[in-house]
């Protein structure tokens, strides 16, 4: 076999550039599976130098069924290499594996792919490949055994591959089809309107005391008096905290009403809100 015969097998079998296999084949002495190991160990000073950029696009996927849903966050460089089909379809398969893991990403990365090697050593071979930073960010994992689980895509790239991802988790007994349109709803309810937790008390204190001191800093030069601030100040609070409450929303679909009105009309009596999770790149 000539070299130039050897480099296109190592091409394909690696997806390296001509220069990088060329530069293999005459390393390792035209020994196809040295070049092989020449190019993982090059792949791996490639990946390394990238791993100090900042990687703030990527996409969501999700994956799993209506008892068990999990989603998964890979983050990149450049929106272009986001629609990438190497890239997609290493987070579609990634994206699998993740549901399979529950969502630990330590586990994640030890985990084997359909070529036979771990997540992690497709990932550096992904990265020297596209030459942009690549990593794996937040994962979640909803399991729902007395309900089902619902989900919404936003932006999507391709499938169940996007820019936002909803997932919504229902206890009831009910699998009607008015049960699987109102989580769908609330899941593009969700996308759009951000909640921070599912009622005003699960609200973190921290972030409510932050908004207190913007509320602060705000009336401090107002010429008010004193307790006339402290009414504004406490209307103020109060209105971030229904508006930031999933329960307490306005509807988005009828703002007229609130998810918990909502929720009451349906007449589903043990249906409830199990929990939800919004992911979005670049938040």
Known sequence: ?????????????????????????????????????????????????????????????????????????????????????????????????????????????????????????????????IGEKITIGKAKTIQNSDGLNNHYLHTVVKDNVAKLAVMVS???????????????????????????????SSIDQAIIDKEQELVAEELKNSGKPEDIAKKISLGKINKFKEENALMTQAWVMEPKKKVKDVLQELSIADLKIKEFYRIKIGE
Do not use: W, Y
């Open 1 to 129: 076999m000539s070299d130039i015969e050897k480099v296109k097998k190592l091409r394909e079998a690696t997806g390296a550039g001509f220069k990088d296999c060329n530069l293999a084949i005459k390393e390792s002495g035209g020994d196809l599976d040295k070049a092989i190991e020449v190019l993982r160990v090059k792949g791996i000073s490639k990946a390394s130098k990238k791993m100090s950029r900042d990687a703030k696009e990527g996409v969501v996927v999700v994956s799993g069924d209506e008892k068990k849903t999990s989603v998964l966050e890979v983050n990149c460089e450049t929106d272009f290499v986001a629609k990438n089909d190497d890239f997609i379809s290493f987070v579609k398969e990634l994206s699998e594996l993740n549901n399979k893991n529950d969502s630990n990403v330590e586990q994640l990365k030890l985990s084997k792919m359909m070529n036979g090697q771990t997540v992690d050593e497709n990932l550096i071979a992904l990265i020297a490949k």
């Open 170 to 200: 229902l206890d009831t007994k009910d699998n009607s089809e008015t049960v699987k349109t109102f989580g769908k709803q609330l899941s593009m309810h969700i996308a759009a309107s951000n909640p921070l937790a599912l009622e005003i």
